[in-house]
């Protein structure tokens, strides 16, 4: 039998001041250990990161509240917000592992929150679009904007153009490269 762990952190510490009682509540529904960083900031961490969390209900009934983990990144997000800037941005960053080689115990991902907004990627994800451009034959640069070139690149371009003016064969050349390994 495999045992599956998820451990996630969060970056950076927050200060402590930024954090009221229903904050530490629904973050502590998690399982987040707030850890003293410094006199005025806490690190948070999960040594066993569940997306779900679990609150007692207010009312005398006793029922548990569940939170998805949206709420918890809502609340963050909160918190970022009444920072008024002090905060600007809350990372929460994972690691999926498995106590066997399971092709499906690994990996990672990444929460990045602002106070305009909530990003995910997540590794299997990165891995699945490279995969998919591989097989579609799309595998051209992921940049937003043009290559930049080193001066060493701009020296090689200038010899393959002396060398494609001169009249040499220039798949000749090339062959000749891939053969030597370069």
């Not at 950076?12 to 001041?17: A, M, Y």
């Not at 509540?25 to 066993?48: M, Q, W």
């Not at 060493?152 to 040499?168: D, L, R, Y």
Request: proline fraction near 3%; aromatic fraction near 10%; charged fraction near 25%.
């Amino acid at each position: 039998m495999a045992d599956y762990m998820n451990q996630s952190v969060f970056q950076p510490s927050i200060p402590k001041h930024l954090i009221n009682d229903e904050d530490r509540r629904i973050i502590e529904a998690f399982s987040i250990t707030f850890e003293t960083d410094g006199e005025d900031k806490f690190y948070l961490y999960a040594e066993e990161w569940c997306c779900n969390g679990f609150l007692n209900s207010d009312e005398s009934e006793g029922k548990e509240i569940e939170l998805g983990e949206d709420e918890l990144f809502a609340r963050l997000q909160e918190i970022i917000c009444r920072s008024n800037g002090e905060l600007p941005w809350i990372s929460k960053e994972s690691a999926y592992t498995c106590s066997r080689m399971r092709p499906d115990g690994f990996g990672g991902g990444t929460v990045f929150i602002t106070a305009d907004d909530i990003q995910y990627c997540f590794t299997s994800q990165w891995l699945e679009e490279r995969i998919s451009e591989v097989k579609s034959g799309d595998t051209g640069p992921r940049t937003d904007g043009p290559i930049q070139s080193s001066g060493n690149i701009a020296h090689a371009v200038g010899h393959i153009e002396k060398i494609t003016e001169s009249g040499i064969d220039l798949g000749m050349v090339l062959n000749q490269m891939n053969s030597r390994g370069w």
